[in-house]
Structure formats: C-alpha cells, structure tokens
C-alpha cells in the first residue's frame, strides 16, 4: 500500500500543534502567577488567556481537516500553502488581541472566519465543478 504524503495538512497540523501548545503554556503562566489552580479565579487576564486557546480548539480542527480534504481532491497547491500559513499567523494575532492589543483579536479572529468560510465554499464547489470527472474510492473486503 503506496502511502498517501498531505504535506500542506502535514505542515499545518504540526504547527497548529505547537501553537496550542503555546497557548497552553500561556494559559499556565497566568495560574502560576496568579496562583489559581482550577476555574479562571475571577481573574480577568486568565479567563482571556483561556479564550484564546479555546477560540483556537474550536476553528482549528474544521480548518484542518478541510485543508486535508481539499488537498486530497485537488493536490498539493501553492494557494492553500498560503491560507494554511494566513490561518496560523491569524490565530497567533488573535492570541495577542486577547491580551489587550485589539487590532490582534480583530485582524485574528477576521482572518480565521474568512479562511474558514473560504476553504469551506471551495471544499462544497469541488464535487459540483468535477462531476463526472472524479474518482471514487471502493472500499474492497479481504478474507485472511
């Protein structure tokens, strides 16, 4: 079995798993410097910080996996490199708008929906323009 190499999901996924690990990392600097063990302690600063990294959990994996299917039905394009890259630099800036430097939280969060709603169109126009024309995998069941 040949197998099959995503190098533009590969790439975002192993960045996308630095980044929340990142944002955890921040989250914990917050508790350890406001001694808050569990919950967010009422402290404004830690519940920002927990945001952040829960506003990442919850568009990254919609992202990623339409950027693997999308690399799946057309191939590896130069285009989806860049909207990969502009949705991790987006969720980085988003991180820093929730600590105070709004334009971050705006341009992020911006750049995250418009990706999103991107890719998502793309991915539904994909079976509509290649009718006729895609393969379609048969799933074949072996004994043994």
């Given amino acids: 079995m040949e197998a099959i190499i995503l190098p533009v999901t590969l790439a975002t996924a ?60 057309v191939g590896t394009e130069t285009w ?8 991790v630099a987006g969720r980085i800036l988003h991180a820093f708008g929730m600590d105070g430097w709004f334009p971050g939280r705006t341009i992020g969060i911006t750049v995250t929906l418009l990706v999103t709603v991107g890719l998502a169109g793309y991915a539904a126009a994909i079976p509509y323009f290649a009718f006729g024309e895609s393969e379609t995998i048969e799933l074949v069941e072996t004994s043994g």
């Fill in 14 to 73: 192993a960045a996308c798993a630095l980044l929340n690990s990142w944002l955890t990392f921040r989250v914990g600097q917050v508790r350890r410097a406001e001694k808050i063990l569990v919950g967010d302690g009422g402290s404004t600063r830690l519940t920002a910080r927990m945001r952040a990294q829960l506003n990442f959990v919850e568009h990254a994996p919609f992202v990623l996996i339409l950027i693997a299917l999308i690399e799946l039905a």
């Fill in 80 to 87: 989806l490199w860049a909207v990969a890259a502009l949705f």
